[in-house]
Each structure stands twice: as structure tokens, then as C-alpha cells.
């Protein structure tokens, strides 16, 4: 009889034993899931691009996962990998869905994008070389980037897995820091390609999603050292400007009508614009402002026909700028550093506060 107890005992002990095994399976599951079901992206603008400034990319036994800084909420985004080294470079997508890191999986580095909201990945990049990719830029939905390495760049849409060529690449290991513009309306990509901080070409080349060539716009007005431009508020213009003279040559601006492709140049002297938020259009297109030392005015409505005479109408004292914007067609406002602000009338030259 003690030996029949002896053994229900021993039963029920492994039976409890077996019943708290999986209560703490079921626990350690239920947090798991939970940790990735609270899983959440804080995601913030930058002068490069975009980040999410609350993750980290961890790549630990064969899996790699974005974890949440300061919490136990993860989700892991590839598995069953075996990595030759760690993961070198990272982007996020405009709205941070979308991941990007070079790997390389034994075969050479591989440019990678991994959707953050499902936990998958989306594309595979193949057949970098050397320092794997020297800039990189994505579409606003995140669903094309353009890829800048050594030996070529790229138009690449991951999903689709196509891959369009857009020249070469900077060939030296050079930074290839690129002026972009995306017309999504459009299908269009804008690009001026830049190597140590100076244009490549004097011009914009503007490319369908196809990588065809559309349209280019130069700057005949001021071909230097560094060339920049921007389109005007309400699309239909484009400004190529001269970022800085080197003094040898003088800068210039050359405007551009979208529809027809007519243009026209004025002379900006030697002094450049040092950011796309300081030069701009009025609304009925006669008026070009640049702000820098100066508020300079140009009325293009009324240039003479030597382009050495092509010089401001008016320059005005204004605060040390960031960006400016016309009102109306007559008045230019100026945000400057501190919040101050600056209202100048171009044709009166009157200030408001």
C-alpha cells in the first residue's frame, strides 16, 4: 500500500513539475509575443535622411532584430543567417517602415532593406564592392532609393527587384553626396550629382522611374565650381544657381520654364547661394530674390540684353537668413535664426515687422 502511494505520489510531483514547465512556457511566449506586439518606431527628420531614434539593430545568433532602447519591446526582421561581419552601414525610409543595412552573407556585401511593420525582408541588393555604398536616398514612400557606390548608381526598387543604371560611380572611394529631388506626382526623379562637395556637371538630369532620360537643365549662367537648384513653389520653373564662385568665374542664376523649356540668366556677381531655401520665384514669375549678405532682387520681366548688365535691382539689409518666401507677388518675408522675421516690398524696398 505505501508503495502504491509512493508512486501516485511521484506521479502527481512530475505532474505538477509538468504543469509549471508549461505555465512558464506559456508566460515566456505571452511576453515575447507581447514585447513584439508593443513594438514601436519613433522616427525623426535629419539633414541625411530620417532615423528612428528609439532602436537598435542587433545581429546575434543567426537572427537579426530591431530592439526598442530602454525596453524590452524587439521584433526580429531576418533569421537563420550567418553574417561574415557585423551590420556596417544603416538608413531608414522617409516615415522609418523601412530598414536598410549592407551585409555581407559569404558571397560579398549585399545591400539589404527589411519591412519594420511585417518583420520580413523586401529586397536584396547584390554585387557590391569595396566600401559597399557611399550614399544612399530614398523615395518619400520608401519604394525606390537610389544607390551610390564605387563603381556605379542605381535606381533600385526593392519590392520589384529592378534595378536601373544612372552612371557611374565615384570610382575613388569619394563621398557621392547627390542633390535629389522626387516628383512622385510625376514618376520623376531629380538629381545633380556632386563629388567632394563640387558639381560633376553644371546641371539637374531629370529621369522617369524607367531611368530614361527626360529632361536636363544647366546652368549656362555661371558653370563653377559647386551648382545647385530648385524648383519654384508651384512647379512650373526651375532654378540652377551657382553655390559659390571660385572667383575666376562668376556665379549666376538660370531660370527655366518647365512647360516650354525657355530660359534665361542673370548675373549674380560673385557672391553664390549657399542654400536651396534662399533663392525663390514670386508667384507671377517676374520677380527672382536671393538672400545672403544681402536681399538681391532681380526683375526678369526687364533685363537688359548684355548678360554683364543683367545685375539686382534692388539690394536690402536684411537679418542673416534661413530660408525666404514671397507672400504675394511684391513681398518677400525672411526667417531668420531666433525666429526673427524680415518683410521686405521688392519693388518699394519698405520693411514689415
Do not use: K
Not at 10 to 16: A, N, Q, R
Not at 141 to 157: H, K, P
Amino acid at each position: 500500500m505505501r508503495t502504491l502511494r509512493s508512486q501516485q505520489n511521484i506521479g502527481l510531483f512530475e505532474c505538477l513539475i509538468s504543469l509549471i514547465m508549461i505555465a512558464v512556457f506559456v508566460a515566456m511566449f505571452a511576453s515575447a509575443a507581447n514585447a513584439q506586439d508593443t513594438f514601436s518606431v519613433q522616427c525623426e527628420p535629419t539633414l541625411d535622411g530620417y532615423v528612428a531614434t528609439n532602436l537598435v539593430a542587433r545581429y546575434t545568433n543567426g537572427t537579426i532584430s530591431l530592439v526598442v532602447l530602454n525596453g524590452a519591446a524587439y521584433r526580429v526582421i531576418d533569421h537563420d543567417l550567418n553574417l561574415q561581419s557585423t551590420l556596417r552601414y544603416q538608413w531608414w525610409s522617409p516615415g522609418c517602415r523601412y530598414f536598410a543595412s549592407t551585409i555581407d552573407e559569404g558571397n560579398g556585401y549585399s545591400l539589404v532593406v527589411w519591412d519594420t511593420q511585417e518583420g520580413q525582408r523586401v529586397g536584396t541588393f547584390e554585387g557590391l564592392v569595396g566600401n559597399p555604398v557611399l550614399a544612399l536616398y530614398w523615395s518619400p514612400d520608401g519604394q525606390y532609393i537610389i544607390v551610390n557606390s564605387q563603381i556605379r548608381s542605381e535606381l533600385w526598387n526593392p519590392a520589384a527587384n529592378t534595378r536601373v543604371p544612372l552612371g557611374e560611380g565615384a570610382g575613388d572611394g569619394d563621398i557621392n553626396m547627390d542633390m535629389v529631388y522626387w516628383d512622385m506626382a510625376r514618376g520623376e526623379l531629380w538629381r545633380l550629382r556632386h563629388y567632394h562637395y563640387s558639381s560633376s556637371d553644371a546641371g539637374v538630369t531629370v529621369y522617369n522611374f524607367a531611368g530614361q532620360t527626360v529632361a536636363y537643365y544647366h546652368n549656362s549662367a555661371g558653370v563653377d565650381r559647386e551648382t545647385g537648384f530648385r524648383l519654384s513653389d508651384d512647379g512650373n520653373y526651375v532654378l540652377v544657381y551657382t553655390v559659390r564662385s571660385t572667383g575666376s568665374r562668376e556665379a549666376g542664376v538660370t531660370v527655366w520654364r518647365r512647360d516650354t523649356g525657355d530660359s534665361l540668366q542673370v548675373d549674380a556677381d560673385t557672391d553664390g547661394v549657399m542654400s536651396p531655401y534662399c533663392i525663390t520665384l514670386s508667384p507671377d514669375g517676374r520677380y527672382l530674390v536671393i538672400a545672403h549678405n544681402l536681399l538681391r532682387v532681380w526683375d526678369l520681366q526687364n533685363l537688359p540684353d548684355d548678360f554683364e548688365e543683367r545685375d539686382p535691382i534692388a539690394r536690402y539689409s536684411i537679418i542673416r537668413p534661413l530660408s525666404i518666401r514671397f507672400v504675394d507677388n511684391t513681398t518677400v518675408e525672411v526667417d531668420g535664426r531666433e525666429g526673427m522675421i524680415d518683410s521686405v516690398n521688392v519693388e518699394t524696398g519698405e520693411y514689415f515687422q
